[in-house]
């Protein structure tokens, strides 16, 4: 890919698309919608609004860091609370599949209406090839697919949709986000899931669980990111494992089970395990069950992909 030609020819196409109306980028802070916000800026200047829904499902600390992040670089980011419609949601949903489809509907509409709030008519969006691929492969539902599984965004929810990476794969827009001028702390960011911690808790998603598997994640991530791996996470498991307790108490007691996956890969299209150390294993165990309330048993995951997917649900 000629990074220099994409970048112009994309402005280009944006500025055609949105024309003299105002357009939205929703982003997330992930590298893909963080190379759009760029784009959207050079295109568009100050016609280009930066939305940050706060869903309730982010990493520790994500929405406050993304706001300073491209403050420093000139782009506003407008930051938008809307954690308890995505709980409410999701209250009682199980299944993960019906857990992403929730999280999408849920995400546009919250985002139709913030883009018909600012008289907008045109969102933009950071979503790439794989996304596109495992969507209608039927491997799982990201929450950014809409046209091209016959969802009108335009019927649905009020808007139409830009999206300059479509054609992409992760390598490729981690080239473009560098030569973008994208902070550092973006491009080379690990991906994170569209919904969020939401697909790293299996069975219901509620605040007490999203906050475990946040605190979890965090640990993971500063205990195994001086590796450079492709990607890391934790994983709440709905069961729970017996834990050692006080002999004479009645019944078992129960602990919360956290699943550690970190992989390496160039497109996320196939992944391998990462080969860590005894030591981190054991640092990172140690920190989980003494750092977050709940937790007394930690796995590492060390399936490739295929057979499995990076995430899990």
């Known amino acids: 890919m000629d990074t220099q030609s994409f970048i112009e020819q994309k402005i280009k196409e944006i500025k055609e698309k949105v024309g003299d109306k105002i357009a939205v980028n929703a982003l997330s802070g992930g590298i893909d919608s963080s190379a759009v916000a760029v784009l959207g800026h050079k295109a568009l200047g ?77 969102l933009l969006q950071g979503t790439i090839k794989p996304d596109v691929e495992e969507t209608q492969a039927g491997v799982k539902t990201q929450h950014n697919i809409l046209s091209q ?7 649905q929810y009020g808007f139409t949709t830009v999206e300059p990476l479509i054609d992409l794969v992760k390598y490729e827009v981690r080239e473009l986000a560098k030569a973008l001028g994208v902070p550092e702390t973006r491009f080379n960011t690990m991906p994170f899931l569209g919904p969020g911690l939401t697909g790293r808790v299996i069975g219901e998603v509620t605040r007490e669980k999203v906050e475990i598997v946040r605190k979890a994640n965090n640990i993971v991530e500063e205990e195994i990111m001086p590796l450079k ?23 078992r007691n129960y602990g919360d089970i956290i699943a550690v996956r970190c992989i390496e890969s160039k497109d996320a299209r196939t992944a391998e395990v990462t080969e860590i150390s005894y030591e981190i294993l054991k640092r990172i165990v140690k920190r989980i069950t003494t750092e977050v309330p ?19 649900i």
Do not use: H, W
């Open 46 to 122: 100050e016609k280009c609004r930066n939305i940050f829904l706060n869903t309730g499902m982010m990493r520790l600390n994500e929405p406050e860091t993304i706001q300073q992040r491209f403050k420093e670089i000139g782009i506003d980011v407008e930051v938008i609370d809307v954690s308890d419609r995505f709980f409410e949601a999701l209250k009682g949903q199980e299944d993960g599949e019906e857990k992403r489809k929730i999280f999408r509907d849920t995400f546009y509409k919250v985002l139709g209406e913030a883009v018909k709030e600012s008289g907008a008519q045109c």
């Open 149 to 155: 599984i016959g969802i009108n965004p335009e019927e």
């Open 229 to 251: 791996p492709f990607q890391c996470l934790a994983v709440l498991f709905k069961d729970k494992a017996t834990m050692k307790g006080d002999e004479n108490a009645q019944g």
């Open 294 to 312: 709940g937790v007394i048993k930690v796995v590492y995951d060390i399936t490739p992909k295929p057979p499995s997917t990076i995430e899990y």
